[in-house]
């Protein structure tokens, strides 16, 4: 879920940029910084606290979400993520031709776009002749669900996998087995728990439950 992929990914641009060269199809894409839990203000509507974004090489700047729940991950949270992170990143004064380019991935427990595809990959296009807007801005939906045997595939079954030892990926289960099955790192986990049980008031049983 959200809550342990953004302690995987706290300040590991390793296992981040692992996971966004499969993804975005980049193998030589490098992740300079990656913070989780950003809290983006909007001082007039509605604020966003993003799971992880990460920023790479080439100044792109990429917003990872877990959405177990569908209605986590409908269109229009995708449009407002994407504008919620364009207003954060272009400073007073500066032209828009410098506003990065930035991608919004949701890692989806079921196929919400419902056309049994591992991944959709959505931009502007204009209308008639089919070609790319090329604003910078992209959506994509990953498919937890999809077992194929190719790296999306491995990727998406270590996603869904409980035991560390039966992961694809020995950097992703290395992460995962840390706070899964090291004693130091479960500890971390429990405390987190702890923590969102007292904050929801949920018992730590029923929250290990979700």
Request: hydrophobic share 35%; with cysteine.
């Amino acid at each position: 879920d959200d809550v342990f992929l953004t302690k995987c990914f706290e300040d590991d641009t390793e296992s981040t940029q692992f996971v966004l060269r499969i993804i975005l199809n980049k193998p030589d894409l490098v992740v300079l910084d990656v913070h989780t839990q950003v809290f983006v203000a909007n001082l007039l509507n509605r604020s966003v606290k993003l799971d992880v974004v990460a920023t790479d090489s080439e100044g792109r700047k990429i917003n990872v979400e877990v959405q177990r729940e569908d209605k986590g991950a409908g269109k229009r949270r995708a449009r407002y993520n994407a504008s919620m992170m364009d207003a954060s990143f272009l400073e007073k004064g500066t032209d828009f031709d410098q506003l990065p380019e930035v991608y919004v991935i949701f890692i989806t427990e079921n196929d919400v776009l419902r056309q049994n595809k591992p991944l959709y990959e959505i931009e502007r296009c204009i209308l008639g002749t089919g070609e790319r807007f090329g604003d910078g801005s992209h959506i994509i939906y990953v498919n937890v669900k999809y077992r194929g045997n190719d790296e999306i595939g491995k990727l998406m079954h270590d996603f869904s996998c409980t035991n560390p030892d039966d992961m694809n990926y020995e950097a992703l289960a290395k992460k995962a087995g840390y706070y899964k099955q090291d004693e130091e790192g479960v500890a971390t986990m429990c405390k987190i728990m702890e923590v969102i049980a007292d904050y929801t008031e949920l018992s730590l049983d029923a929250i290990k439950e979700l």
